[in-house]
């Protein structure tokens, strides 16, 4: 079945460590998106890719980096800069053109140890 | 910049009633996306509404792309149990060049159904 798989599930960081969230799509779509959620809260964007081996900032970005080497992957490294890293982190992606819908993924709760 | 309101921000409702809520802006979309997140999952596409006026079922669930361009409404009739989640609008953001491939996301309403 075609879809988003997100890993691990749930992820446990120690202050001062860097942990990357997997996201592999088989749905051949070009754009991928990454997204905070915070508790009640809507959806953040951190980072998009249109294409592979290109990337732009989202609206909350810092503390954040990303990589799009192959166009099924994005995986989401938080960093030790990223202070308050606790949140539901959702992958998305979309088929490129005009006015599509994004398809997400299951989505990795982060917590801090 | 643009922004999607939506309403009731959460709604508490016995099984079998039917339930409406709305999603508003001051800036016009041409595409609306509707979205259920379950507790703890992603959120999945229910309906996609592309027209000024347009009404789509998928269900129990009905959709409308407001004829003002500027608000839509998602119905559910009869609820039941498993309708219990956060329901999101959604759409294109736009810039000067027009639509982007960024969606901007209404702050979720949140529907508890009791059985």
């Known amino acids: 079945d075609g879809g988003i798989t997100q890993s691990p599930k749930y992820l446990f960081r120690k202050e001062g460590q860097n942990v990357t969230l997997s996201c592999e799509q088989n749905?051949?779509?070009?754009?991928m998106y990454w997204y905070r959620q915070d508790p009640g809260q809507g959806l953040r964007l951190i980072y998009y890719?249109?294409?592979?081996?290109?990337?732009q900032k989202g609206d909350i970005a810092e503390g954040y980096s990303v990589s799009r080497e192959k166009k099924e992957s994005f995986p989401l490294t938080v960093t030790s800069a990223q202070k308050n890293p606790t949140a539901f982190y959702l992958c998305?992606?979309?088929?490129?053109?005009?006015?599509?819908?994004?398809?997400f993924g299951d989505g990795t709760r982060l917590s801090i140890l | 910049g643009q922004q999607l309101n939506q309403s009731p921000q959460s709604m508490f409702i016995q099984e079998g009633e039917d339930v409406s809520m709305n999603c508003t802006s001051s800036?016009?979309?041409?595409?609306w996306l509707w979205y259920k997140q379950d507790p703890g999952e992603g959120p999945v596409l229910l309906i996609a509404?592309?027209?000024?006026?347009e009404l789509t079922s998928n269900g129990r669930l009905t959709a409308q792309f407001g004829i003002t361009r500027k608000d839509s409404f998602l119905n559910i009739s009869a609820s039941i149990p498993s309708d219990v989640g956060i329901y999101f609008c959604?759409?294109?953001?736009?810039?000067?060049?027009?639509?982007?491939?960024?969606?901007?996301f209404g702050t979720g309403t949140l529907l508890a159904v009791q059985p």
């Open positions: 998305a992606s979309m088929r490129t053109g005009y006015n599509q819908p994004q398809h």
């Open positions: 800036s016009i979309f041409n595409t």
């Open positions: 749905l051949n779509h070009d754009a």
């Open positions: 509404l592309y027209k000024a006026g």
């Open positions: 890719s249109q294409i592979v081996n290109d990337f």
């Open positions: 959604a759409g294109p953001q736009r810039n000067y060049g027009g639509a982007t491939n960024k969606l901007i």
